[in-house]
């Protein structure tokens, strides 16, 4: 891969990111603490447990890519209370890491193996593309759970 399709993709992935952040935002800005930490049923999560979960493999997920250290608490991220502002900073910082992290990406992120938790090691770009797909995942979830709590009785 030539360093011009490098660009493109990190580009392109950037862009990506940067409008699924935004959908998360007109999800998350004006909802009150009750709304953005109900669970529609007690083993389902809320969208700030959406937000968080996906923003802490989305961050995982880049910096496995670039071969940067990190640490996750998955499991926190399913039990966590937040209000719209936490989250919107949340998103923020991920706009700011997805721009460093991809603004160095190289077209052996892109091709290499690279490690992932306890995953079997894959190409980054697999990475980049299963994690984008599976953020778009939780952004539907976010909206289904958003009508489902403005159409309580």
Request: hydrophobic fraction near 35%; charged fraction near 30%; proline fraction near 3%.
């Amino acid at each position: 891969m030539d360093e011009d399709g490098v660009r493109t993709l990190a580009s392109t992935f950037r862009g990506l990111f940067h409008v699924l952040h935004e959908g998360f935002r007109k999800q998350v800005r004006g909802l009150d603490h009750g709304t953005l930490n109900w669970r529609p049923l007690p083993k389902a999560n809320s969208i700030a447990v959406l937000v968080t979960h996906s923003l802490g493999s989305e961050r995982e997920m880049l910096r496995s890519v670039r071969l940067v250290a990190t640490e996750r608490d998955r499991e926190a991220e399913f039990s966590v209370e937040a209000e719209a502002g936490d989250l919107l900073a949340l998103l923020d910082q991920a706009d700011r890491e997805v721009d460093e992290l991809l603004g160095g990406l190289t077209a052996e992120d892109l091709t290499k193996n690279r490690p992932r938790g306890d995953n079997e090691p894959k190409p980054g770009l697999y990475w980049l593309i299963t994690n984008y797909g599976h953020a778009r995942e939780h952004l539907a979830q976010i909206e289904l759970t958003k009508q489902l709590y403005d159409s309580r009785t």
